[in-house]
């Protein structure tokens, strides 16, 4: 079977074009998911073709229409920011090729499997984890057996009516090892700047805003094994841009004995490895993982979201202000502070005005005192969450809010998050920029938010006045 892996960017409209955004603007790594999908197809004896549109910076098909129309099954990654992407790209392969078999899947795929298949012409939906049931999906259409048979099948049937499948355990951490890795040899050189890779999948926790799939789960490889692939993958940093590899775990140091022992391997081996990550303030607390992190942390991120310890609970990240302090300052101690982004959310559902620079001035002081990075972000409705999910609930939010480009800039859905005055809001954007001027530079990042920006300018210099009052004083009315 002639298979087609589409990898759709996050993009968005800006200044009338159509243009990649976010992480996909700077293309920091290629999609992992596509590329070990496409070598556990080729395991099962299948022609795949991945059609990169992340490294082409377009969500544009036609030169890829030959390719297309000799498919025998074609398969969009979807993830909720890049879903107007995705849906353009079932759009175009359904004017190339009327009757294949289009598959999805993702975590938006994974949430809102029914809507898609009943709003989109896509034919399946792969829930959650695809490394099997989406090889065994293709087997079985190639010899024309039963879908009934395959795990995590949503199908759209002949009649409309949409069928799900029974869902699968989720893979054992044995399981895990017996992947193959993706094969990057494919990829377009000197594009990206990293390699992405996978030593674990999970996070143990379920913090109230985050989005990412497999939480209150996690499952690790074996230090050994992980260490023999990335030094498999070294082989394939001429590739990128500047020869980093980026470990994608959600939290990666969720062990930190077993982090300290991969790291313990990447010296024993002598790997010059320059590794990305993400991890939590808690386990910085760790003076010999800190140590043994030191020759291999590139860049590395630590999820501190709030600068008041009311909000940390609420939030459900397991630490407090005086924990994320001490971090810093072990970091420091160390002299890898200027490699951490300790990332931090501002406007959340429940937060006012005081809450919010409250987390700005504690992030500030961390930056002024111990030298980290700060990024400070507004909090943004993503599915997934357990906070979108209580909207969804309420149905002051849906999944259709998603399907079209420009909800990045949506007043709607913004104040449906974000409690704050559109006023209050340029206040604190005043207060960030003048922290921001006083800041080494880049060591402060944040921007206003795109719907204030374009629906609430700021009038904070000009006198107050309404539609309403100017009439009045023109007519002579009181």
């Known amino acids: 079977m002639r298979i087609i892996l589409i990898a759709p960017p996050l993009m968005d409209y800006h200044e009338g074009l159509l243009t990649p955004i976010a992480m996909d603007a700077v293309k920091s790594c290629p999609p992992y998911g596509i590329y070990l999908l496409a070598t556990i197809l080729r395991r099962h004896g299948h022609e795949v073709i991945i059609i990169d549109l992340i490294a082409q910076g377009s969500n544009e098909l036609s030169h890829h229409a030959g390719l297309i129309m000799s498919s025998h099954l074609v398969g969009i990654g979807t993830t909720s920011l890049a879903w107007p992407t995705a849906r353009t790209c079932i759009d175009q392969v359904r004017r190339f090729h009327p009757r294949v078999p289009i598959v999805l899947g993702g975590i938006h795929a994974t949430l809102f499997d029914t809507y898609l298949l009943a709003t989109t012409s ?39 009516k949409i069928h799900r499948t029974r869902t699968a355990p989720l893979l054992s951490e044995a399981e895990m090892a017996s992947l ?8 377009h050189p ?11 999948r999970g996070c143990p926790f379920d913090c109230i805003f985050c989005s990412t799939a497999h939480r209150k789960t996690w499952r690790g490889l074996p230090a050994e094994e992980f260490v023999r692939r990335v030094e498999i993958m070294m082989g394939f940093l001429h590739l990128t841009t500047q020869g980093i590899i980026q470990i994608i775990d959600d939290e990666f140091s969720v062990k930190k004995e077993r982090a300290i022992e991969i790291f313990r391997g990447f010296r024993e081996k002598g790997l010059q490895v320059q590794a990305i990550f993400s991890s939590r303030a808690n386990d910085m607390l760790d003076a010999t993982f800190v140590e043994s992190a030191l020759p291999f942390a590139h860049q590395f991120l630590v999820g501190a979201e709030c600068g008041y310890n009311e909000g940390l609970k609420k939030a459900g990240k397991g630490t407090t202000t005086e924990n994320i302090t001490r971090a810093a ?3 420091n101690e160390y002299g890898i502070a200027g490699r951490a982004d300790f990332s931090f959310i501002i406007g959340l559902p429940w937060e006012t005005r005081d809450e919010v620079m409250q987390t700005i001035d504690f992030a500030a002081g961390l930056q002024e005192t111990y030298g980290i990075r700060i990024l400070i972000q507004w909090y943004c409705q993503i599915p997934g969450s357990r906070l979108w999910d209580e909207q969804r609930r309420k149905e002051v939010l849906h999944e259709a809010l998603y399907d079209d480009f420009g909800f990045f800039g949506s007043n709607y859905l913004f104040r449906s998050g974000v409690a704050l005055a559109p006023s209050e809001v340029h206040e604190v954007t005043r207060h960030l920029q003048a922290i921001q001027a006083q800041a080494p530079p880049d060591m402060v990042q944040s921007c206003t938010p795109e719907p204030i920006l ?21 007519s002579g009315a009181t």
């Open 454 to 474: 374009k629906y609430y300018p700021d009038m904070a210099h000009n006198p107050e006045a309404s539609g309403l009052s100017n009439l009045r004083d023109t």
């Open 122 to 160: 896509a034919d399946y939906c792969i829930r959650g984890e695809g490394d099997v049931a989406f090889p065994r999906l293709c087997d079985t259409l190639e010899r024309g057996g039963d879908l009934s048979q395959v795990s995590n099948l949503t199908v759209k049937g002949g009649d409309g």
């Open 180 to 187: 193959p890795m993706p094969d990057y040899g494919c990829i």
């Open 190 to 200: 000197g594009i990206y700047p990293s390699l992405g890779i996978e030593s674990s």
């Open 329 to 331: 300052a072990l970091l």
